[in-house]
């Protein structure tokens, strides 16, 4: 068993597609909408068989819904490989002007990592 994909109501699915395709070489479906519901979403793979990500969007998802995430997703991480590879993808991201909510370190539970923001705000580890 795997997961297939994990889904994340954002509010700006083209600026957040750019990103994990940008960055994570993600690759992205063309974009689904349903014109009756406001419904609009894409799907991002990141190879054969790997779980994949779907950025949703949707008028009606209100700010006061937004607010009261206290449980649920808390973060996604990506494996980049190596220490190195680690450090020098922060760097990317640093420069690229994204925020770096955690710097590179060895956590308690032994992995080597780093965590920044995406455009909206999401945890996004980077791992080895």
Known sequence: MNIEHIALWIKDLE?????YCTYFQAVSNTKYVNEH??????FL????GK???ELM???D??????????????????SVGSKEAVDTFTEQLRTAGYTIAGEPRTTGDGYYESVVLDPEGNLVEITV
């Open 57 to 59: 969007s949707r008028a």
């Open 15 to 19: 600026v957040m597609k750019e990103f």
């Open 61 to 78: 998802i209100s700010e006061a819904a937004e607010k009261n995430r206290t449980f649920g997703l808390a973060h996604f991480a990506f």
């Open 37 to 42: 519901t406001g419904f609009s979403s894409y």
């Open 45 to 48: 793979s990141f190879g054969e």
């Open 51 to 53: 779980t994949r990500i």
